[in-house]
């Protein structure tokens, strides 16, 4: 079983190493010539102030956490998809209707938080 | 899903709730003057599904691919649930504005929570029970820090959430082991196998961890600490549903899935821990009470006290102390709605006059309010002949009948300790002088509320036999 | 040594380490790296067992939720707020670790105990068949259709309340 | 299947005890959050062995339902948090304290 896997196994492991290898190679061979000003953090040549650490307001906050909501949504939606067919000729139409009932409850929650501007920027 | 109309009319009072938030939904988004509409329609929502529970009573049925159970103390349960929050709503009317939280949201998330507190009292698999408790804990976490303003509010929603989520692992990982070792999570399959596996260590710290969650829900002793925080934090009549609405729903679940293993003769598996439970959670909530001088505190802590006569009734492990257990709930949600919905008309702008002094000779301005405050005072305490009493009387009995005397004796004892801070309150009413002076605002919404939970406490109290009797039938 | 061992003792023991990584990081943002490793490693492992579309919704899911969490430190984070753990009230925190410890080999010892591979029958050409997208969704949309309908009110309250409580400007 | 399924239950039960220890010892609410979504994760862990070794779809089921829960309180916790530190400016969960605790 495990063994149908193996070239998904294969495809990350070939990720890892080209992304990896691709650094690692070219710190190993690639010219390095140092200097105070080259080692220095980069800030479109202005002298850099301040950590590395401090806070980024992030506007677009409300849209990743109703992400995450949405985002379950359609993980429910991809297996009635797949069944789809074969559910609705043995068990008939109340296989659409449970998921109209469902897609209804969360589309509404969707209209309303567009109505109330979840989405704005702000 | 559903197949012929019976199947329907049974699955009515879910049904309702389910389409009235979608109708409040839709409110919230078109309606010009929903802040004025709102509120009652979710009040009509709920008096229309807690009525046609009752009429239905007699209709045992299961639903959805035997997922759900309906009539008998299913129905009990919505009664309960739909009243209280119907109650509440009515009190927050007028409450959500002195507050400064008068969101048209607030009452959606009350009505999604009494769904999910539908769900859990008619579960018939543990998948029910734990997205109902899941559906009432957000829309709990969302209720308790809806002044968002207000720094007191969004620390008691914090801790609330910590915990709360902290007891979800416990639950979850609970049902992990149940169903690992039973091989399904349906509650009649369980119980089915619950002798088989009583002596299986998995299967039985499984159980535990289970009710480990519930106990937090039901704000049983050693998971207590949340309590008088939250609803010292949240608003008053938010908290008078945490210490109903969630309460009974936690205990419905509890029912259901004990009440499962009585039928498999498992009844007295937890009779010691339970105990244990019992009687540290009524000892130190009474003994704590006393010593609180905010008067949201007191009232949380005497629900921790609530709580462990509730459990005794569990540990009696009979059927006269389930009936017991549903009775004390319906008695105990309409008197401590009666005490909060009060507090929460006599609380001023700011959270102003929640300190027990404020209500030193309250009898002389308001005597209205003093009488009905008193007349829940008295219930909480337990002095005949209001629903109070007999609510502990029953589960005493239970636990007598069960050879738990002991049992009984300390929660005499520890209802004696708990008539001192009820009373204390009656006689600052009566006998004492007003220390502030404060005008308590017309609310003529709120007192119909009190009023309405004050009668029901007063009919629980006269007709206690048939009530108990009615409980009993459908065990 | 099959496959399935190696990848068993991999990725359980990148899961075992990353968690006690993710608990004991005195700054958030390795803390929340980890759990991502950690997250991708349990993937793993529900591959291993046979329970392919769960693992793709664990990898779905969670690399949305972690991104949020992510982002939700670097925005709140103030500098030099990292703590240090055991150094506030070691003491009680070095017996806490001790009594996690006894209470993980109590579980250990219940778990040989028990020996739950006696009770359970591994059947391995079963459970290749209820792992896959079919099988959940038939049993999804036959018999638990009230979970179904529940979990979405569920995301819908916690849609209202995410609303409620963070958006910024709100009445 | 060769390995036997104690070996799932113990590292699930070692992740569960990491979420529980991480939940009593850190203050800061993040990370706290973080260790119970690690405990929500190794109950997943423990129902996908079990369902699988008993080739049963329920246990994965429930895993499913668990993602979604576990997705809602994420969404419901970090609004809180966020709303906390609004009038706050602080994670710490030591620092909250007007209400005695």
């Known amino acids: 079983m495990i063994e149908s896997y193996i070239p998904i196994f294969l495809v990350i492991g070939f990720a890892i190493v080209f992304a990896f290898g691709v650094l690692l190679s070219s710190t190993a061979f690639g010219p390095q010539r140092p200097t105070s000003e080259k080692s220095s953090t980069y800030e479109s040549g202005m002298k850099p102030v301040g950590t590395t650490r401090e806070r980024v307001s992030i506007k677009y906050y409300m849209v990743a956490m109703l992400f995450i909501i949405f985002d379950i949504e359609v993980i429910f939606v991809y297996p009635w998809a797949v069944q789809f067919k074969k559910l609705f000729s043995e068990v008939g139409i109340s296989v659409f209707y449970s998921m109209l009932v469902f897609l209804v409850v969360l589309e509404l929650g969707y209209l309303y938080v567009y109505k109330k501007g979840g989405f704005r920027w702000d | 899903m559903i197949n012929n109309a019976q199947e329907f009319y049974n699955a009515l009072p879910i049904l309702i709730i389910g389409t009235g938030i979608l109708i409040s939904l839709l409110i919230e988004i078109y309606a010009e003057k929903r802040k004025i509409f709102q509120p009652w329609i979710s009040i009509i929502i709920f008096i229309a599904a807690g009525s046609y529970a009752l009429l239905s009573i007699e209709q045992k049925s299961t639903l959805f691919m035997n997922m759900l159970a309906t009539g008998g103390n299913v129905n009990v349960f919505y009664f309960i649930f739909t009243f209280g929050a119907a109650v509440v709503t009515l009190l927050s009317i007028n409450y959500l504005k002195k507050y400064g939280a008068n969101y048209g949201e607030f009452y959606i998330l009350v009505q999604l929570s009494v769904l999910g507190m539908m769900l859990m009292a008619g579960a018939k698999d543990l998948i029910v029970i734990f997205l109902g408790l899941e559906l009432m804990s957000v829309s709990f976490y969302a209720l308790a820090g809806i002044n968002r303003k207000r720094l007191k509010s969004n620390e008691a929603s914090l801790k609330y959430f910590l915990l709360g989520a902290f007891t979800t692992g416990f639950t979850v990982y609970g049902i992990a082991l149940i169903y690992g070792t039973v091989g399904s999570t349906s509650i009649d399959l369980i119980a089915e196998k619950f002798i088989e596996l009583s002596n299986n260590f998995l299967f039985i710290t499984g159980l535990l961890l289970f009710f480990i969650g519930f106990s937090f829900k039901i704000a049983a002793f050693p998971f207590h600490m949340w309590v008088p925080d939250v609803y010292q934090g949240s608003s008053t009549t938010v908290a008078g549903l945490f210490s109903t609405g969630g309460k009974a729903a936690a205990f419905s679940a509890i029912l259901i899935t004990l009440g499962a293993l009585f039928t498999a003769g498992g009844a007295h598996t937890f009779t010691p821990y339970l105990a244990v439970l019992a009687v540290l959670s009524m000892l130190y909530g009474s003994i704590v009470a006393i010593a609180q001088s905010d008067i949201k505190r007191m009232l949380a802590y005497s629900s921790i006290a609530h709580a462990g006569y509730l459990i005794i009734g569990l540990a009696a492990g009979n059927y006269q102390g389930i009936a017991g257990i549903i009775f004390y709930l319906a008695a105990y949600t309409f008197m401590n709605l009666g005490a909060f919905g009060i507090v929460s008309l006599i609380e001023g702008e700011e959270e102003a006059n929640l300190d027990i002094k404020s209500y030193a000779g309250l009898a002389a301005k308001y005597p209205m309010l003093a009488a009905l405050l008193s007349i829940c005072m008295f219930a909480l305490a337990g002095l005949p002949p209001l629903a109070g009493f007999f609510g502990k009387y029953y589960i005493f009995i239970a636990a007598i009948k069960a050879d738990l005397t002991w049992l009984a004796i300390v929660g005499v004892f520890s209802s004696a300790i708990s008539v001192y801070f009820y009373l204390r309150i009656v006689v600052l009413m009566y006998f004492k002088e007003s220390e502030k002076d404060f005008v308590v605002a017309h609310n003529s919404t709120g007192l119909l509320a009190v009023i309405i939970s004050v009668l029901l406490v007063i009919v629980f109290g006269v007709a206690p036999g048939t009530i108990i009797n009615l409980i009993s039938s459908f065990l | 040594m099959s496959l399935e061992i190696i990848l068993f003792v991999i990725l359980g023991g990148v899961a075992a380490v990353t968690s006690v990584i993710v608990i004991t990081r005195p700054n958030p943002i390795i803390s929340a790296l980890f759990l991502v490793l950690n997250f991708a490693s349990l993937a793993g492992l529900y591959l291993l067992l046979n329970a392919q579309f769960i693992a793709v919704a664990q990898v779905i899911v969670y690399a949305g939720a972690i991104m949020v969490l992510f982002l939700f430190v670097i925005m709140l984070l103030r500098p030099g707020n990292e703590e240090k753990i055991f150094s506030r009230n070691p003491v009680v925190k070095i017996i806490a670790s001790i009594v996690a410890g006894v209470v993980f080999l109590q579980i250990v010892y219940m778990i040989f105990f028990t020996s739950p591979s006696n009770s359970v029958t591994g059947e391995v050409s079963a459970s290749v068949n209820a792992g896959t997208v079919e099988a959940i969704g038939r049993e999804l949309f036959t018999n638990y259709i009230l979970p179904f309908e529940a979990a979405g009110f569920l995301l819908l309250a916690a849609a209202i309340g995410a609303l409620v409580l963070a958006k910024k400007k709100f009445e | ?101």
């Not at chain 4, 010892?25 to 959050?33: C, L, Q």
């Not at chain 4, 979504?37 to 699988?52: P, Q």
């Not at chain 4, 089921?61 to 997705?71: I, K, N, Q, R, S």
């Open chain 4, 1 to 101: 299947m060769q390995i036997p399924i104690e070996y799932y239950l113990i590292l699930s039960a070692f992740m569960f005890i990491m979420g529980i220890v991480g939940v009593l010892t850190r203050r800061n609410a993040i990370i706290v959050f973080m260790s119970i979504e690690l405990m929500l994760n190794s109950a997943n862990l423990t129902f996908v062995a079990f369902a699988s070794y008993m080739g049963n779809t329920i246990g994965q089921l429930f895993v499913f339902f668990v993602m979604a829960v576990a997705a809602a309180e994420a969404a419901i916790g970090l609004a809180i948090i966020l709303a906390l530190f609004r009038n706050k400016m602080t994670l710490n969960i030591d620092e909250v304290n007007i209400l005695k605790w």
